[in-house]
């Protein structure tokens, strides 16, 4: 059986050093691990950004494709070989700006893969730009007089747009992230994980020490209960969507392949394709 180290692959990462993302990449390689899958089980597909880099640095099948477009990649890499588990990854400005057409109909269609959103309220790669879960306020190279617009709460956006699987993480918390990433690969359906992933060379406010002392765990609320709705959308209005745990999981609603009429039929590649002799001489 596969270890977390079996994950691993050669190459070095190149981020910053106390980037967020290296506690991803670990988490990923660990839940991977607890889940019982091996290296060739599993498909990380990520799109453009400093974060996009992760589907390089695990030991898998990897795709790192175009800005914005994880999510389509993911989704036919799933429907085209359904055992495989996927795991697309990319940041908040590629997820949630240019991405969030996809990234919304993919909750909604509710696929069975893992969206792991490593969230650092900045562009990072371009050298540090205002994105779309920047507060109104923070100042960048491209918002010098500061953001005119609010920041996105994609958690709540999740679950009106019918997420089965909502969660949110910090880099920092391995023990929780990890545990999220596996209760997301095993849920049956679209799991979105939000991940606090400071980048710590463009953005000195949303750092390490802010989020420790900003974040609610859901753990320490009591009676909380990831099944309501309802309750989830409270406690993130509550909190300004700074709450991480399992948010919402509902687990009755099949997924999106479960719902094809031909779905116990495998794909045509998969066939045995029975040829019929006596129609080819006729052609
Ligand atoms: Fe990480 Fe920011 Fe460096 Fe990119 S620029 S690798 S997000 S710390
Ligand atoms: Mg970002």
Known sequence: MATFKDFRNKVKPNWCPGCGDFSVQAAIQRAAA????????LAV???????GRISGYINSYGLHG???????????VKMANRDLTVIASGGDGDGFAIGMGHTIHAIRRNIDITY??????????????????????FKTKSTPGGSIESALNVMEMALTAGATFVAQSFSSDLKELTALIEQGVNHKGFS??????PCVTFNKVNTYDWFKQNITKLADVEEYD???RMKAMQTLMEHNGLVTGLIYQNTEQPSYQELIPTYDKKP????????????FKEM
């Open 66 to 76: 175009v800005h914005g477009r994880a999510l389509p990649i993911a989704q036919g």
């Open 192 to 197: 979105l994980i939000n991940v606090f992933s």
């Open 226 to 228: 990831p099944n309501n």
């Open 34 to 41: 607890n889940v019982g899958i091996e290296p060739d089980d």
């Open 45 to 51: 597909v990520s799109g453009i950004g400093c974060s």
């Open 268 to 279: 045509l590649a998969h066939q045995d394709l029975q040829l019929d002799e006596a129609k």
């Open 116 to 137: 792991i959103v490593m969230d650092n309220q900045i562009y990072g790669l371009t050298k540090g730009q205002t994105s779309p879960r920047s507060e109104m306020g």
